[in-house]
């Protein structure tokens, strides 16, 4: 991964997003304008109807964003077809969800493996990633069981496996904790601030919940449809694991 | 390549997840290619018998009818005004060249009795020379003779199934006395099996001299001028070069002898052995088709089957359609999956349906005597042909709604 630290990643320049009802339209952003660096952990947070989401989904790429620029790794998004939006989700951006989002019926190494397919990787290289993945979330046991035998907690450490197996530039964890008890996300956070630190990984949470927010180092605060505030807090990140971590049995050396 | 081989898994991996419903959804398509393969070989069959019995009719024929046949095939219908007579078949005898035989016949049904049995059949009152021209050899006994002809002896020639149902096993049927249409008349002679029996007559037919048919058998069937009739002429020409030429002969004898002018048509009808095996393989081919189509009807449905399954399968995967599209499958992906889920439902029904049908086929042979059904790798190819035809058909328009879907509301679909 690019080890420049300065490098701007996501370049949002007052991107505008409105909705059509029928006859109304809803503006869900008015304007909201930011760059994200390489190797960055932060989080969005916003009250309900505050544009949190439909800004994550066009972080995501799932979205385009009805006026205003999005440029991706310097690429200008809002200029893309649907297909190659879909080979940006799939090389440049990996997703974790609340509720986990994983294929039911379809064992964690399948799950895994999803984003690879459509990648394009063939089957051998694909199972090694996708167990490597699996390996650096500490699901290297269980990689044969099925959504339905892992608990909350697994289950989203499968999904962060597959978020990471294509190395994407960025993940968007969108409430990344939000159906798990607070042990279980504890230790969601702490994997992906591990993987920020020791990987480089830039990592964004869209999240209301002020203890995960606590353990970013910014935190942008959305409110209405607009940037309310955008508080850099390198200081006061709380860090659920000891800092540096050295290199811990078990974990695979590189991603990359 | 790649994407077709991980579309074949991913959409195997979706099926198997729902056995049941695959299967019973493939059961629309089994049944509807078992229909096609098992009518079409039946219908093939048929076919194959009346073409085969028309030909063990024997060979190089011509027959000569009274009136006009409309419309070859059919609507075959006859003016009724015309008839023909000796007379027509004696100018035939007389003046065409390279005939090898002629046999006039006049046929009827008749009740033929012995003891306390009593059989109604087709009587055919003819001359000895329908024996050598229609290939009908005596098994027992004597054919008709140019004696008995010329006498008028009350004499029966019958076909071996006839003689069979017509006498217990124990009694010797040549000497005895039988009664056709109350008249008695003594058995000379047993025919051998024909073969070939799709009309069943060939081997139930009984047979008298002509004569004795038109004097004392059917006495009212006379033209207006008296004359006794004939109801068909059976020739055989010597070769098969000489078909046509004979049969004009025959055509400008008879205009000749009925006075018709240029202008008239035809009151009577010159048709070959190769004139009937093409109608009735008209008749054969058109009823294959509507087989084919009843069927094919059946197929039809399965296909919709199809369209339904999936398009519950697409509602019920939203989420999963979104997830994938969120990982960065592009429309073409989800189109291809689903699409290949259909056509593999349907493909794997084909070839279950094949296999039913030919074991179907293979039923019908054996539950009737006469008929041979026939598979034709055309059918099966047919069949496999438009069960991929109605999984493309009936698949494509449930996998581009999948396609289509927007990823963000696919994700938030509950």
Redesign the interface.
Known sequence: MDARDDHVLIDVRNVVKIYRMGEVEVPALRGVSLQIRRGELLSIMGPSGSGKSTLM?IL?C??QPTAGEYYLDGVNVGELD??AL??I???RIG?V?QNF??????TALQNVE??L????V?LRERRERAIAALEAVGLGDRIHHRPTELSGGQQQRVAIA?ALV?HPSIILADEPTGNLDSKSGKEIVAIFQRLNRQEGITVVFVTHDPEVAACTRRIIRLRDGLVESDEPREADCVYLEPEPAPAEAGTPGSLT | MMYLLESLRIALRGLSANKLRSALTMLGIIIGVAAVITLLSVGQGVQTLVTSSLESIGTNLLFVFPGNIQSMGAGARFTTAAYLTLRDADAIRNEVANITAIAPSLQGTADVEYGKTTIRTTLIGTTPEYGPVRNYQPADGTFLTPEHQATGARVAVLGWRLASKLFPPDVYPIGQTIKINRIPFRVIGVLKEKGGGSFGSQDDVVMVPLSVAQQRLYPNRRSPAGEPLISVIDVQVDSQKHMDSVAAGITDVLRQLHRLKPEDDNDFTVISQADLISIFGQITGVLTIFLGAIAGISLLVGGIGIMNIMLVSVTERTREIGIRKAVGAKRRDILLQFLIEALVLSLIGGAFGIMLGIAGALVVDRLSADLTTVITPQAILLATGFSAAVGLFFGIYPASRAARLNPIEALRYE
């Open positions: 989904n995501g799932l979205d649907d297909n879909a080979v989700r799939n090389r997703f969800f989002n994983l294929l039911p019926r379809t999803l984003p397919i459509y990648a394009g063939g597959r294509t």
